[in-house]
């Protein structure tokens, strides 16, 4: 039996050329090469098929039984690789039947997946997409193989390695909401005011520790957080209805004010931006689907970073 895992794929131009010539000679002058060299092709193929494939006779090279059986599969074979490479294959975003796998954060599937789900039944209702959750751990055997298309997020805290490919969305930065008609808290807080208060914490993990902790920490104060919740979907509510201070990204907290009363107040301590972005494995790079799924997350990412944000 013939393994392919060994088999020379090279050889096999030159067999469709030796069952078309069935003359060493004349297949090495067509492949521009020497006779010998042919020679030395026609044995490997002996070797590899365990077949004489080409014997003599009084007409000439004649192909044994198994080379007549291989010709017109080997020849569609080369025929389709021909085409493939001669024309690249067409995504046609309308009738294609695709599904993608994409990595996100709840805070990324929150303000992309509306548009995007908008785009796709639109443009290319055939499409199907799955969303999973970011890990803990970077997914690189996952991108690589292509079970997952890309990854989006916040580059700090996936930190992607420089082999693969990182396109930046859009920026953000921290704000806190608290409801309308909070008793204390009625314009921009003071630092004072903002750790007197209690606090939500959005924590996947149901780690008490965010960024403003950290940086807390760095200061030498800290905050009382009441209440950690694993998502965002709940967070607007109970803010609305409780006097607790929920800080997060400003975005997110512009989308909460139109679910909830809330009022966004700038966070009283000092935080960089947010950079978000896509991530893909550049061995998808040129495939037509995936290059139009990444322009489409792109064109969102343009229309939210060129969104006005209120400080």
Same mark, same amino acid.
């Given at each position: 039996m013939v393994n392919l895992r060994t088999f020379d794929l090279n050889s096999l131009l030159a067999f469709d050329i030796l069952m078309r010539e069935r003359n060493v000679t004349r297949a090495a002058e067509f492949m521009f090469i020497t006779q010998s060299a042919m020679s030395h092709t026609l044995h490997r193929l002996r070797q590899q098929l365990?077949?004489?494939?080409?014997?003599?006779?009084?007409?000439?090279?004649?192909?044994?039984?198994?080379?007549?059986? =291989? *010709?017109?599969?080997?020849?569609?074979? %080369?025929?389709?690789?021909?085409?493939?490479? /001669? +024309?690249?294959?067409? $995504?046609?975003?309308?009738?294609?039947?695709?599904?993608?796998?994409?990595?996100?954060?709840?805070?990324?599937?929150?303000?992309?997946?509306?548009?995007?789900?908008? =785009? *796709?039944?639109?443009?290319?209702?055939? %499409?199907?997409?799955?969303?999973?959750?970011? /890990? +803990?751990?970077?997914? $690189?055997?996952?991108?690589?193989?292509?079970?997952?298309?890309?990854?989006?997020?916040?580059?700090?805290?996936?930190?992607?390695?420089?082999?693969?490919?990182?396109?930046?969305?859009?920026?953000?930065?921290?704000?806190?909401?608290?409801?309308?008609?909070?008793?204390?808290?009625?314009?921009?807080?003071?630092?004072?005011?903002?750790?007197?208060?209690?606090?939500?914490?959005?924590?996947r993990t149901g780690e008490k520790l965010g960024v403003i902790d950290e940086k807390l920490r760095e200061l030498g104060f800290g905050r009382r957080i009441s209440m950690i919740v694993p998502h965002f979907l709940s967070a607007p509510l109970i803010v609305s209805q409780t006097n607790m201070i929920l800080s997060l990204p400003h975005r997110l907290a512009i989308a909460f004010q139109r679910l909830a009363p809330l009022a966004i107040l700038p966070v009283p301590v000092s935080l960089p931006k947010y950079d978000l972005v896509m991530i893909w494995h550049p061995l998808w790079e040129n495939d037509p689907a995936h290059n139009w799924l990444r322009e489409q997350i792109i064109s969102i990412g343009k229309k939210i970073g060129a969104s006005e944000m209120r400080f």
């Open positions: 365990n077949d004489p494939v080409l014997v003599k006779s009084p007409t000439g090279m004649q192909p044994t039984a198994l080379a007549l059986a =291989l *010709i017109d599969p080997v020849r569609r074979l %080369l025929h389709e690789m021909e085409r493939v490479l /001669e +024309n690249p294959q067409i $995504f046609d975003p309308a009738t294609s039947q695709r599904r993608f796998t994409i990595a996100a954060t709840d805070y990324m599937e929150f303000l992309i997946l509306p548009e995007l789900s908008k =785009l *796709i039944e639109q443009l290319a209702p055939g %499409l199907d997409i799955h969303i999973k959750r970011t /890990e +803990n751990t970077f997914p $690189f055997t996952q991108l690589e193989s292509g079970n997952l298309d890309v990854i989006l997020g916040f580059s700090s805290a996936l930190n992607p390695p420089a082999y693969l490919n990182c396109e930046h969305l859009f920026f953000d930065h921290m704000a806190c909401v608290v409801k309308q008609e909070h008793p204390r808290i009625t314009a921009a807080p003071s630092l004072e005011t903002y750790l007197a208060e209690t606090h939500m914490l959005i924590s």
